[in-house]
């Protein structure tokens, strides 16, 4: 299926400093999940207007992969949206951390991220870094962490928004949501432009095509995105970069 659009964004460096107590800085003993949530994370206020959606999910192969979408002002002092997709997910269920990497980001380079749980899930400390890679004086292989942005982080639902296109697994439904209620979609090759409505906190919405019919949004226990027609018939779609 051909890509029917293509996104070009331009991101300012964010610079942020936050630090928040983990239950076993406070000395109380914390029990985590013995696997990976498959939920999202909102980031709570930053001072600059950026927002950050960490969100775990599976995807079409079953395995448990992390999207990660964030908004920042760039240098035309707008907020522009980007997306990092893919993320493999290492998880410690002793610390209750997540390490994600993502190969490909906004920056040309790979990013990491750290995401630290309280026992309780209230929230998530989250950490990102910019990772760079290089050879040392005796010619062994490093890698260099630059901290990019740290935040703590609520529960919620994937974010839509400009910077992912989502795809079903047969390709034949695709949509872009410009995170101001409006869709470009492509279904079974026919392309259309709607309005959709969608609340990042429930995970529930609607979107209504050109023609006047409507599908509705939903998120499933696996944190993926569905989409569902009048008829019943319901397709995941699965993130990718725009």
Not at 75 to 89: A, F, H, I
Not at 148 to 164: E, I, Q
Not at 213 to 236: C, F, H, L, M, Y
Request: charged share 15%; aromatic share 10%.
């Amino acid at each position: 299926m051909k890509q029917f659009i293509s996104k070009l964004f331009v991101l300012a460096v964010v610079a942020l400093g936050m630090v928040a107590c983990t239950d076993a800085d406070m000395g109380t003993p914390a029990v985590y999940n013995e696997h990976e949530t498959l939920q999202s994370w909102n980031s709570e206020y930053i001072e600059d207007g950026s927002q950050f959606n960490l969100s775990f999910s599976e995807n079409a192969a079953g395995d448990t992969i992390c999207t990660m979408a964030f908004s920042a002002v760039g240098n035309t002092g707008k907020l522009v949206y980007v997306s990092c997709e893919n993320g493999t997910v290492s998880y410690d269920k002793v610390t209750g951390m997540s390490v994600i990497n993502f190969a490909q980001s906004p920056f040309g380079l790979p990013l990491r991220v750290y995401a630290i749980r309280q026992s309780n899930q209230v929230y998530t400390t989250v950490q990102v870094f910019v990772v760079q890679a290089y050879t040392d004086a005796n010619g062994e292989p490093k890698e260099y962490e630059s901290k990019y942005v740290a935040f703590r982080a609520l529960p919620g639902k994937p974010v839509l928004n400009s910077s992912l296109i989502w795809i079903s697994a047969d390709e034949k439904i695709a949509a872009i949501f410009d995170g101001n209620g409006k869709v470009q979609y492509e279904i079974n090759g026919q392309e259309g432009e709607g309005v959709y409505t969608y609340d990042n906190t429930t995970g529930n919405g609607t979107i209504t095509l050109a023609d006047g019919s409507s599908v509705t949004i939903s998120v499933n226990e696996k944190n993926q995105v569905v989409v569902t027609s009048a008829d019943g018939t319901a397709n995941v779609l699965f993130p990718s970069m725009a």
